[in-house]
């Protein structure tokens, strides 16, 4: 860390207060890892008391502040409340934390929001809420606010759509994409080692539209979602196709953490996997998650 440039640290969670030279500060796990010589004040979203998980009657509310550990708490938390039966997404939650193969110390630091405003393709926060349709609430300078879906969000490697001064206030996962059932499927190099393809299956029930929904994460620099309605599942080939046809080889994930052709490959089959999975008839007491594959 190297930041013997910043001279304040405001508690604040109001973007009137940000100026040019400010960083939003919730965990800062990456900002303190990357370090910066450009910073001149931290902004501290700590103070604002947001609540780190509400349930509503219209799903999930994870404040931004949210640090993994308490996410990662939240099945269990929840395991005697009626969400818990009802919510079979809930499954997908610490497999999700468990990508990040990182210490407690970073659990109990790192942040929901600051995983997904740092826009890696291996961030499992933002792997976990695009899968499960998560809304992104967005506050700006002026009192503006915006709404924005966290597949859309995240535009590229370190890159997405929030603008200078806007901080990412929470994260909405709808309670009709947690009724569904899922699949999880993960590939890394090595076994402790940084996240290649994440990809995520999701089917709705049949009264929430039945749809048919992957993620392709970590492989791809931002996230891709293919929907497939109820009653036009693909077949094998059919979501081959789909994949070609809504992932360009550039999109493919360049890095030492593993090359675009074999990310390509293991989307491939990693799909097929998931789209076999959940369209044949669920097995009784069977796992939704495939959390230790490597």
Not at 137 to 158: I, K, S
Request: aromatic letters at 6%; proline letters at 7%; one cysteine or more.
């Amino acid at each position: 860390m190297d930041m013997n440039t910043v001279t304040d640290l405001v508690p604040t969670a109001d973007p009137a207060d940000w100026r040019e030279g400010d960083a939003w500060l919730a965990g800062g796990t990456v900002l303190f890892s990357y370090g910066s010589q450009t910073l001149r004040r931290l902004l501290d979203l700590t103070s604002a008391g947001w609540p780190a998980l509400t349930v509503t009657d219209d799903g999930l509310e994870i404040a931004a502040t949210c640090t993994v550990a308490e996410l990662y708490a939240f099945p269990e938390a929840a395991a005697s409340a009626p969400v818990r039966d009802a919510w079979r997404a809930l499954d997908l939650v610490r497999p999700c934390c468990d990508a990040f193969v990182a210490s407690f110390k970073i659990w109990n630091t790192s942040t929901v929001g600051g995983n997904v405003a740092t826009s890696l393709p291996a961030g499992p926060m933002t792997s976990l809420t695009a899968a499960l349709d998560g809304v992104a609430e967005v506050w700006g300078p002026g009192g503006a606010r915006r709404t924005q879906p966290v597949a859309e969000l995240v535009t590229g490697e370190m890159r997405n759509t929030l603008a200078p001064g806007e901080l990412l206030r929470a994260i909405r996962l709808p309670a009709a994409a947690l009724r569904a059932r899922t699949a999880f499927r993960r590939l890394s190099l090595s076994n402790l080692g940084r996240t290649g393809v994440l990809l995520i299956g999701r089917l709705d029930a049949p009264a929430d539209g039945g749809a048919l929904v992957i993620t392709v994460t970590a492989s791809t620099r931002r996230p891709v979602q293919l929907r497939f309605p109820a009653g036009a599942y693909p077949d094998a080939a059919g979501l081959a196709a789909a994949i070609d046809a809504a992932i360009p080889s550039d999109l493919y994930h360049d890095d030492i953490h593993g090359l675009p052709e074999w990310r390509r490959d293991m989307t491939y089959r990693l799909a097929e996997e998931i789209r076999t999975e959940l369209t044949s008839p669920p097995v009784e007491g069977a796992s939704t998650t495939d959390g230790g594959r490597r």
